[in-house]
């Protein structure tokens, strides 16, 4: 059994880190170096950098902060935002990064999947999936809407499908957001997250809605996720990654 992940998430806005509630009402979370120090000697899995508006913006990430982060981690760095072609995902490679992860330059052009994997591997691709639940007229659930440009706008794909077809084009992983729980702290949505996992054969990474150390076991076996992604219950101090990994491993899970 492949061991499962904790992930810390920075998501920076104009060089700092940033955490919201539903991708809204973002309040600053610190420095984007010194977090990721903090991360690394407390023994996180991997290490996630999300430039939340650099797509919404229209601007190219911030490649010098990067290489920043990069040189004081020893762990996995997977680097996003704002990457729409082959050069970008070459430019945070050679940053430091040791992965891409794409959401709206998916969407807008899906062949940059299969380009990046073919060029760097599909180890090295990630495509992220922010998704919102779909509602009828009666207010019943009929599934979850892929959602780009951080979270601004609504693309009309269902998101297990986009999840597949990710899949087929060459991506190593999916780094799955529900929207509706970001940063509420209730707990993942499991159903979302079980739906993704079940349909696809590569490692899933839930992320939104980490409140409790309940909620990441409840991701990784009820939801079936490879991997567990949290920013503001790490960034504030409630939990550190060390507690999380002693939880889990007492309900039996098996970490690194």
């Not at 990067?66 to 990457?83: M, N, S, Y």
């Not at 990474?205 to 909620?215: D, F, N, V």
């Amino acid at each position: 059994m492949l061991a499962k992940r904790i992930i810390p998430c920075l998501d920076v806005d104009r060089g700092r880190v940033v955490k919201g509630i539903r991708f809204a009402s973002l309040v600053d979370a610190g420095d984007p170096v010194e977090q990721a120090k903090r991360y690394d000697a407390e023994g996180a899995d991997e290490l996630t950098f999300l430039d939340i508006t650099a797509s919404a913006d229209k601007r190219a990430i911030v490649s010098e902060l990067v290489r920043r982060v990069a040189d004081e981690v020893f762990i996995p760095f997977t680097v996003g935002g704002g990457l729409g072609k082959l050069e970008d995902i070459r430019a945070v490679l050679r940053a430091g990064a040791d992965k891409a992860t794409l959401n709206t330059a998916a969407v807008l052009s899906p062949e940059v999947i299969s380009e990046g994997a073919e060029t760097f591997g599909s180890q090295c691709m990630v495509v992220a999936i922010d998704a919102r639940r779909r509602r009828d007229a009666s207010d019943a659930s009929i599934g979850w809407e892929v959602y780009t440009h951080g979270g601004r706008r609504g693309t009309g794909w269902d998101a297990v499908e986009w999840a597949v077809r990710a899949e087929r084009l060459g991506a190593g992983e999916i780094l799955l957001t529900s929207m509706d729980a970001d940063g509420t702290r209730d707990g993942f949505d499991i159903e979302l997250t079980r739906a993704v996992s079940d349909a696809v054969r590569i490692p899933v990474i839930a992320s939104g809605g980490a409140g409790k150390l309940e909620h990441f076991y409840d991701a990784l076996t009820e939801g079936g996720a490879s991997a567990v992604l949290a920013a503001s219950l790490f960034h504030f101090g409630e939990y550190k990654v060390s507690e999380v990994k002693s939880y889990l491993r007492a309900r039996g899970v098996v970490v690194r």
